[in-house]
């Protein structure tokens, strides 16, 4: 008897989180527009500017610039230098 309650156990439970994913579904699945716009690479000047606390809002584009300018360094390690830390 105990070996039939847990097979009915089994597969009530397995219905219910069935039935429960078949209703949540669209509420957690994205638009085909979604997608295609989060697909869609943006240029920089398109975003907000980026709040850096003690340094105010830079805009993403001057960040993007500051790195081509100077790349983090390489050691032998394959470890990045810091190259400032600050006061």
Same mark, same amino acid.
């Given at each position: 008897m105990q070996k039939i309650s847990s097979v009915v156990f089994c597969l009530a439970s397995l219905a219910l989180v069935t039935g429960a994913c078949? =209703? !949540? @579904? &669209?509420?957690a699945a994205r638009s085909a527009q979604e997608v295609q716009y989060a697909d869609t690479p943006? %240029?920089?000047e !398109? @975003? +907000? +500017? $980026?709040? =850096? %606390? +003690? @340094? %105010?809002?830079? &805009? $993403?584009l +001057? !960040?993007?610039?500051?790195?081509? *300018?100077s790349p &983090? =360094? $390489?050691? *032998?390690g394959g470890d990045k230098? $810091?190259? @400032?830390?600050?006061?």
């Open positions: 078949w =209703l !949540m @579904f &669209p509420y943006q %240029g920089a !398109m @975003f +907000d +500017d $980026v709040d =850096l %606390g +003690d @340094f %105010g809002e830079i &805009p $993403v +001057d !960040m993007m610039q500051h790195y081509i *300018d &983090p =360094l $390489v050691v *032998d230098k $810091v190259r @400032f830390q600050g006061c």
